[in-house]
């Protein structure tokens, strides 16, 4: 079975700082990894996705992760903090079912907080 | 805006009424999923439809139940409610069963 752990559950950042939100993954074949934004009151946004191709994957909003195969790991980067990036982050796997099913399993979630 | 559209966007109801929610997908997109947002259980997936065949089943109590209609539309039944079915609900659609899914902005349900 597939499954993420977010390694931090509350992340607190100045802005202009950097941004890291940790995530390890655990896969027995090679996984399809997501990362999700939430913000207060609204739905869940795609922030960037890998599916094998490159290991480093870059998104909306200056995110990026790098898919590490060694360390289990997909950590989100982001070199300047801005105050409209504090929400909710999800680390996302995504586990193929027979017939065809496809199903995300998610994180607990990483609360960003960006302070003046 | 993803193009996923749901509603209610709130729901109040007391425990034991049955309660129906619905979802709209992207135009285009034959895949419809439902997820569960709740305190306790975070994001759960609950299950999956493609065309109007039940694809995939999560974490479903037997008092939910689903369905997708020939217009692609899905719609989420809730019975027999329980304090504890209070969460958000979201829904999602994909174009297919293996591209990345797009969610809608939710429904809150509040059981008293």
């Known amino acids: 079975a597939q499954s993420v752990t977010q390694l931090d559950s509350h992340v607190s950042v100045s802005e202009g700082t950097p941004v890291l939100l940790r995530c390890n993954y655990s896969s027995s074949y090679s996984p399809s990894l997501f990362w999700y934004v939430q913000h207060p009151n609204k739905g869940l946004q795609l922030l960037l996705k890998y599916t094998s191709a490159a290991t480093l994957v870059k998104g909306i909003n200056g995110f990026e992760a790098e898919f590490k195969k060694s360390e289990t790991s997909f950590h989100l980067t982001k070199p300047s903090a801005h105050m409209s990036d504090a929400a909710e982050y999800f680390c996302v796997v995504r586990a193929y079912g027979g017939g065809g099913g496809n199903k995300l399993t998610f994180g607990t979630g990483t609360q960003l907080k960006v302070e003046l | ?112």
């Open chain 2, 1 to 112: 805006d993803s193009g996923v559209t749901q509603t209610p966007k709130h729901l109040i109801t007391a425990t034991g009424q049955r309660v129906t929610l619905r979802c709209s997908p992207r135009s285009g997109d034959l895949s419809v999923y439902w997820y569960q947002q709740s305190l306790d259980q975070g994001l759960q997936f609950l299950i999956q439809y493609y065309n109007g065949e039940e694809r995939a089943k999560g974490n479903i109590l037997e008092r939910f139940s689903a369905q997708q209609f020939p217009d692609l539309h899905s719609e989420l039944n809730l019975s027999s409610l329980e304090l504890g079915d209070s969460a958000l609900y979201f829904c999602a659609s994909s174009q297919d069963g293996a591209n990345e899914q797009f969610f809608g902005p939710g429904t809150r349900l509040t059981v008293l």
